[in-house]
Nanobody, 121 residues
């Protein structure tokens, strides 16, 4: 069974870049047909899809983030990484990675436990 684990700093200062890595086990991030996603959830809000990277290394992003998000992968480590630039306190949330079969949107079958990220000076 696939397992996903997020890692990265829990505190980021405003205007800096948030970087989180998802380590995948039990499956390869190059397995055909799968899309590897980043999502987040803030208190009182639903889940928000941030973006996806495909088995072919194609990326897709939520337009509402105004080009601040980028996702890369390292196939040698079976990891994919989120960079979110110019963060503000509005970006404070629990961030988690997931695996789905659709390129756009937040549908997924497996997810990590999530990691709290707080944006504060």
């Amino acid at each position: 069974q696939v397992q996903l684990q997020e890692s990265g700093p829990g505190l980021v200062k405003p205007s800096q870049t948030l970087s989180l890595t998802c380590t995948v086990s039990g499956d390869s991030i190059t397995t055909m047909g799968y899309y590897w996603k980043w999502l987040r959830q803030s208190p009182g809000k639903g889940e928000q899809w941030i973006g996806s990277i495909s088995f072919r290394d194609t990326t897709y992003y939520n337009p509402s983030l105004k080009n601040r998000a980028s996702i890369y992968r390292d196939t040698s480590k079976n990891q994919f990484t989120l960079h979110l630039s110019e963060v503000t306190p509005e970006d404070t949330a629990v961030y988690f990675c997931a695996r789905g079969v659709a390129d756009w949107g937040g549908q997924y079958a497996y997810r990590g436990q999530g990691t709290q990220v707080t944006v504060s000076s």
